[in-house]
């Protein structure tokens, strides 16, 4: 029997919510696509992209894998390739630009615009349990994760992108030192803005420093300066009690009787202890991180050198590479990553004593990340972690080579690059020594 006019049949009415239903889809993608650039899934049943259009998006569009497969090989249905693909909304906040390079190159240039992209974190990012750009330092979290680009970054399983925690001081940094036209572009990470998780979380989207290097390199991470806390931070009373477990942990006569009776000590109290510790007060930086191919060096071990001989000693046995069968062709590789590493850290040096950056802040906890490849002779020295960088006061001048003081804001920064100048030629010159001894041959 057919419908009445007075009550429709089920059919029908599921039908007409069907279309409503449709209708309201439509208007919604009409507007998202109006409002902002949405990079939508391809595939052999999407809408394909040639391959000039996708150069023209640039490193935003790609593929980006999650934890789901653990590996780097691209999923082949679609099924599973929409489970990881996902939308990016890059939305322009505070200036106009035609393109995103356009974009990007205001972000650079100091104007104060930025962009933000949104996406979902745990669909189209892979979390790591050691930062990136940090591998050293045994950072853990989510304060970074990898970003790939595109399927050569996919494969490879080596990012292009690493999205560190969002700190406003540092994306200021970043764009302060674009503006400067100092000439650190060797030396420091192309910074590409504030990205946004749709879960909330903010980060910093970094380009990654180790992309020309073969999987698994050998990272150093040396703080630099002869502090690593800010002025701030002196006048700071909160008391954390982890920091007083560590910090009783490396000495346990270290706590006052306050401290003790509270069980606990400012951040200002520990790291001024720790600085004290280290070599970090006396020659201007410390190595606070390492990794080879063994895997992580225990942060203690690292923390047994206190000379410029001992420290590069530590250097020969644990972070150059080893992976020569022939004993002296092995020792010439060394030797040379060594004076190549050696003459970078003068290279950045000068650009540090003529940066009109530098010649304006105080350059508190940044470090030098030194890597290279744990069979090769590429080597590299960055220059990263510039979060607590402040400018400098008006009529407030530093030296960078001067003891500090509360109140004066000298930071050591030239005395610490200075004194890992030196270390790397101790390292020069122990490898030579060893170079003079005779090859024994064993069997």
């Known amino acids: ?3 009445s006019q007075t009550k429709s049949c089920p059919d029908a009415a599921g039908s007409v919510q069907q279309q409503e239903q449709h209708q309201q889809q439509q208007q919604q993608q009409q507007q998202q696509q109006q409002s902002s650039l ?16 996708n150069r023209s998006m640039g490193a935003a569009e790609g593929v980006l894998p999650i934890d789901e497969w653990g590996t780097n090989s691209i999923p082949s249905s679609e099924k ?8 990016i909304l890059i939305q322009q906040r505070g200036a106009s630009a035609s393109s995103k390079s356009d974009l990007d190159m205001s972000i650079m240039s ?15 990012t892979r979390p ?3 930062k990136i750009s940090r591998l050293a330092s045994g950072h853990g979290g989510m304060n970074f994760v990898k970003q790939y680009a595109g399927k050569h970054d996919f494969k490879t399983g080596v990012p292009d992108f690493i999205l560190k925690a969002f700190d406003p001081a ?3 940094a970043y764009q302060e030192i674009a503006f400067s036209r100092d000439d650190f572009g060797p030396f420091i990470a192309d910074c590409h803005g504030q990205v946004s998780a749709l879960d909330g979380a903010a980060f910093l989207k970094l380009s990654n420093l180790l992309t020309t290097f073969q999987r698994g390199p050998h990272v150093m991470d040396c703080k630099i300066g002869i502090r690593s806390f800010t002025d701030a931070e002196v006048s700071n009373t909160k008391v954390r009690q982890d920091l007083y477990q560590r910090a009783i942990a490396l000495d346990p006569n270290f706590p006052t009787k306050e401290e003790r009776e509270v069980q606990a000590c400012t951040k200002y109290r520990w790291m001024s202890f720790n600085d004290q510790l280290t070599t970090l007060s006396k020659l201007g930086f410390r190595v606070d991180g390492l990794t080879n191919s063994g895997g992580k060096i225990a942060k203690a071990e690292l923390q047994i050198p206190r000379s410029l001989t001992q420290i590069a000693r530590c250097i020969i046995d644990n972070f150059l590479p ?5 004993p002296e062709r092995e020792l010439l590789l060394m030797q040379d990553i060594a004076t190549s590493l050696r003459t970078q850290v003068q290279e950045l040096l000068q650009v540090f004593k003529t940066s009109n950056f530098v010649r304006s802040h105080c350059i508190v906890g940044s470090s030098l990340l030194f890597a290279v490849d744990a069979c090769g002779s590429h080597a590299r020295v960055f220059w990263i972690d510039i979060a607590k960088v402040q400018q400098l006061p008006p009529g407030i001048q530093i030296t960078h080579a001067s003891d500090w003081v509360l109140g004066n ?4 920064l030239f005395i610490g690059v200075e004194n890992m100048i030196r270390c790397w030629e101790e390292v020069e010159r122990l490898l030579e020594a060893e170079a003079q001894q005779p090859f024994q041959c064993t069997v």
């Open 170 to 172: 540092e994306l200021q």
């Open 38 to 53: 949405t990079i939508a899934q391809s595939g052999s049943k999407g809408q394909n992209r040639s391959k000039g259009q």
């Open 322 to 326: 080893r992976c020569e069968r022939d």
């Open 1 to 3: 029997m057919g419908c």
């Open 128 to 130: 790591r349990m050691k």
């Open 409 to 412: 804001y000298e930071d050591g």
């Open 80 to 87: 599973e390739r929409s489970k990881i693909i996902g939308q």
């Open 110 to 124: 100091g104007q104060g615009s930025s962009y933000t992209e949104e996406l979902p974190l745990e669909q189209v």
